[in-house]
Each structure stands twice: as C-alpha cells, then as structure tokens.
C-alpha cells in the first residue's frame, strides 16, 4: 500500500518502568531514582520512560534503567501491562513494567548514577518501599505486582539463583526465599529440600551468622562432601575468615534441576 497511512484513533503514550531487586548477601533492596522534573519532582520513582519509536520495549526498559541509573546487563523479565486512565498527569500514557535481578557480586561492585532526568539513584531496604507509600505515579502498585510475580515464579522457576552469586551459603539463599515470601522457614527443612537427603547427608552442618564477611574460599577434606540429591552441589569450599563454625558454599545444579523437574519430582513449595 503506497502512500501515508494515519490512523484514526489516538494514540496513547508508551513508557516502560523497571522493578531493580538487588541483593546485597543480607538484604533484599530495590532500586529507584528521585525525579528531576515534574510532574513529581523530588519524589522517588521507578527508573523508567518513554519508548522511542524504533524500539521494542524490552530495548526501552534496558535503555531508561542504565541511563537514570548506570545498571545494565542484568536478569530482566516482563511483569504486566498498566493503563489506568488517570495514572500519569501528563496525559494518556501505558506503562510496560518490567522487575530485574542483581547479585551481591554486581550489587557491591556496580556504581549507581544518577541521569537524564533523575536527580539521585538510591537503594533502599524492599520492607520500607512496601509498608511506606512514597513513590510517584502508579509506581507502588506495581512493585506492589512485581512482588506477587516473583512470589508466583519463585515457587517454579529457579529465578531466586539470580539473585545469587555462582558461590553462596544456604543462608543466603534461605534470606531471599524468606524476603520474597515475607514468611521464615526452619532452616532444617529448607537445608533439606534444596541440597537433598542421603544416607550421610547433613550431619556436618553450618551457618554463617554475618554474611556480610568477606567470603574466602578454602578446600575441605573429601571425606567431608556429601552425595546430595537436591539441587545444589557441595563446593568442598567453606567461609574462611570467621571466628564462628564457618558455613559450607554450594552452587546451583542447573541440570540437576532439570531432570528433577522432567521427573516432576521437584518444586520449590515449601
């Protein structure tokens, strides 16, 4: 068809606005920006903005967040569509929410920056951004609904692992799950349903009670790994540099997952 085509309907604006969970090895946090222009000035808000026309909205999400804060390269999945009529003062304008994930490694070793039209880039504690209402827009229902997304997806998907480091203690792991969930597990049965039963297997068991502690990794004797039959694989690394019982550091059996999941003799309900 030659010629300009135009439509007869009109059309509403389209930004996109990213939900940052980052994990520091104690704490779950999120990231938002304080804005820089109105309308909301000075009030904090979901990194985000609107998307350009040769963008998809995936490239949008990815561009606003490492522009109004400097993160980029990370774990990102769509949430949902928000367009209520009265969610921005600027006019008619759908929103595409996205939630990321950050490890301790990038969390500690990324600076964040604020730009383009944000004024400063903050992290702050996931429990104050939920039980304080502060943020601009319609920002609060949607971490509101990313939380519940990753509440959903967390109990099927091994996506709490991007949270994590390749190296980490079950009591790391144990604080996200806890964190999402907003519920405390026995740490016995969360021990047991993510490394697995065996004949020997947790007899030798370990915490580490500061995680924030430089983690130094040092070989244990052989004898002292365990078969395990969940999904995670002992490291025959421990926490070096504390003056407590160190804890045992364990990766991710992806394929182990896997064939669990074929066998559909695993889940992450507890």
């Excluded at 068991?205 to 070989?219: A, D, H």
């Excluded at 002292?224 to 550091?249: M, Q, R, Y």
């Amino acid at each position: 068809m030659e010629g300009k085509f135009t439509y007869d309907y009109p059309r509403a604006a389209l930004t996109t606005d990213c939900v940052v969970f980052g994990f520091d090895g104690e704490n779950l946090k999120i990231l938002l920006i304080k804005r820089g222009i109105e309308p909301y000035q000075g009030k904090w808000a979901l990194p985000g903005g609107f998307m350009r026309i040769e963008e998809t909205t995936d490239q949008c999400a990815q561009r606003e967040l490492k522009e109004e804060t400097g993160v980029s390269g990370v774990f990102m999945r769509q949430i949902q569509t928000f367009s209520s009529l009265d969610r921005d003062p600027r006019g008619r304008v759908v929103s595409v929410a996205y939630y990321a994930l950050i490890n301790p490694t990038l969390f500690n070793s990324i600076v964040i920056t604020a730009g383009d039209d944000a004024a400063d880039a903050r992290w702050f504690n996931l429990e104050d951004v939920v039980s304080v209402k502060f943020l601009a827009f319609d920002h609060q229902i949607i971490i509101d609904t990313a939380i519940e997304k990753l509440r959903q997806e967390i109990r099927h998907y091994p996506i709490a692992f991007e949270l994590m480091d390749e190296r980490f203690t079950i009591k790391q792991l144990q604080t996200v799950y806890e964190s999402i969930l907003d519920k405390r597990f026995d740490r016995g049965n969360f021990h047991k349903k993510m490394v697995g039963v065996s004949a020997n297997s947790i007899e030798f068991k370990m915490e580490v009670n500061n995680v924030m502690e430089e983690i130094l990794y040092y070989n244990r004797p052989r004898k002292e790994l365990k078969k395990n039959t969940g999904i995670l694989i002992d490291t025959g690394e421990v926490v070096s540099g504390v003056k407590h019982k160190p804890a045992k550091i364990y990766r991710f059996d992806r394929s182990r997952f896997e064939e669990l999941v074929r066998n559909s003799d695993f889940t992450f309900d507890f």
